[in-house]
């Protein structure tokens, strides 16, 4: 089946167990680093710059738009994701780009399962170099974009997971999996 659909999809699609070689994504528009000193607030208002969120953990965001359909169609398939990477060296998160009070009532007991950033003027989004949303981002401790996939394409998301788990020893999770939405491009993530 692989072989019959080679090149179908633009680029390879896996090996035999569906496996994608990709590690990092050559994307253009992905800022190849963030700076430390950006201001990332919680959902419950702690604010901090980006250096001391990582100071011990690599970041893992599903970044999502919650005035968006796409990014509603995503957020089973990117908590699931993101629940994978539970005990790894990574601080899994979800960052909307929403007030406080707006994010909240997006993720509903979400809120409360993940950490949450707030980004409502979406300095982050512009800082990460994203063009569309949602997105799942890896960034290392010193602020390196690693690895981005945007919009919902699974052999990209799974590329990003597989970058994760190769940096931090883990496994990576099934992308896609049942009950995972098709493919879709996504939404202008400045609104």
């Known amino acids: 089946m692989t072989q019959a659909l080679h090149r179908v999809h633009g680029g390879n699609i896996g090996d035999e167990m569906g496996r994608s070689p990709l590690r990092a994504l050559p994307l ?3 800022a ?6 950006l201001s990332l607030t919680t959902i419950g208002g702690e604010t901090r710059p980006l250096s001391q969120w990582v100071t011990t953990f690599h970041l893992a965001s599903v970044v999502l738009d ?5 990014s509603s169609w995503v957020l089973g398939t990117a908590t ?29 007991p979400l809120a409360e399962r993940f950490m949450v950033f707030c980004d409502p003027e979406r300095n982050l989004v512009r800082a990460l170099g994203l063009a569309t949303l949602p997105a799942f981002v890896f960034v290392r401790a010193d602020g390196t974009v690693v690895a981005s996939a945007e919009g919902w394409d699974p052999m990209q998301w799974r590329a ?10 883990w496994i990576a999770p099934a992308i896609p999996a049942a009950g995972d939405p098709s493919p879709f491009r996504g939404t202008p993530a400045l609104g």
Do not use: K, Q, W
């Not at 919650?66 to 796409?70: F, G, I, Q, R, V």
């Not at 990003?160 to 020893?169: F, M, Q, R, S």
């Open 28 to 30: 253009a528009a992905v």
């Open 80 to 108: 699931r994701v993101l629940e994978a990477f539970r005990g790894a060296s990574v601080r899994v998160n979800l960052v909307v780009a929403a007030s406080a009070e707006e994010a909240s009532e997006y993720l509903g």
């Open 160 to 169: 990003v997971a597989e970058a994760i788990a190769d940096d931090c020893a």
């Open 66 to 70: 919650p005035y968006t359909n796409e």
């Open 32 to 37: 190849s680093n963030v700076a430390l000193d």
